[in-house]
């Protein structure tokens, strides 16, 4: 941390005179996200950032991809966009834990008494959200590709597809955070999430096609989050046409569901 937010104000200092946003919005939010970045490597989750969508790729693409792959299609280009989504529910999970630790450890009010504007430690947190994605994206790009994934469509194409994937994560880290901020116990609240996560990821059309479900259950497939993105990110890849109604619906509620939690933690942290 740089010396401008490192120095808390004490009662026989002239600093207590100072406004509370005296260090700028922008060097304080590096700050946090700099220590962020580096309590990850140290604890090694940016290892788990990168390979982590290898190892789930490898773990699906591995049994199912003959099967896939008798009726002419590319498994690769066919899995990869859930690899990538489910990469975004790990991210959204970890930063449950994090924002956790963080509240346990009295982060919360060290940074209440800094000169710096309070949105800045949730700034800090998300930035971290977005390189982790962008680390997932590498780590998940690079194993798709290298069994016959490829964006065929242009480079705005592309550039949505990675934009799609980070807005995801980014979105539901939003809720994620906020929930590990007010929660008492973060760690069993991370944990209960990876049952929705796995709910999310297999009755979706990630893996397989809708038709290869019930009918019963075609419904919710079809039109749950993970499908809605998996599809978009599907076309986006190979430069077909999308409807972008869904992905875009989807998108705006759930970064509006992120904002709304963020402001009642927020809320919820001032109160105590």
């Known amino acids: 941390m740089t010396t401008a937010v490192g120095h808390a104000p004490t009662s026989s200092s002239p600093s207590t005179t100072m406004p509370r946003s005296s ?7 590096a700050t ?47 899995l990869t ?3 990538l989504l489910q990469a975004g529910l790990f991210t959204a999970i970890t930063a449950t834990e994090s924002a956790g ?9 060290r940074m209440m008494s800094l000169p710096i504007p309070r949105v800045a430690p949730f700034f800090g947190r998300m930035a971290w959200v977005v390189v982790r994605m962008g680390l997932t994206l590498g780590g998940g790009l690079a194993i798709g590709c290298a069994l016959g994934f ?3 469509g242009t480079i705005v194409e592309s550039l949505v597809f990675v934009a799609l994937v980070i807005v995801f994560g980014l979105a539901l880290s939003m809720v994620t955070d906020a929930i590990g901020t007010v929660a008492r116990n973060s760690v069993s609240i991370a944990s209960v999430l990876m049952i929705p996560q796995l709910i999310l990821v297999m009755a979706s059309t990630g893996l397989v096609t809708a038709p290869a479900f019930p009918a019963w259950i075609q419904p ?9 993105y998996a599809d978009a990110l599907r076309a986006l890849a190979a430069g077909t046409d ?6 875009v619906l989807w998108s705006v509620a759930l970064l509006a569901i992120g904002g709304a939690a963020m402001v009642i933690a927020g809320r919820a942290q001032v109160k105590r």
């Open 81 to 83: 966009p859930i690899i």
């Open 23 to 29: 260090v700028g919005l922008v060097p304080a939010t």
């Open 32 to 78: 946090l996200a700099r220590q962020k970045i580096s309590a990850a490597i140290r604890s090694g989750d940016v290892v788990f950032a990168v390979f982590g969508p290898v190892v789930f790729f490898l773990c699906f693409y591995t049994p199912l991809h003959r099967q896939f792959e008798l009726g002419g299609g590319n498994y690769a280009q066919f």
């Open 242 to 247: 999308l409807e972008f109604t869904a992905v």
């Open 101 to 109: 630790q963080d509240a346990r450890a009295g982060v919360h009010e």
């Open 150 to 152: 490829r964006l065929q």
């Open 220 to 228: 919710f497939v079809r039109n749950q989050p993970m499908s809605v």
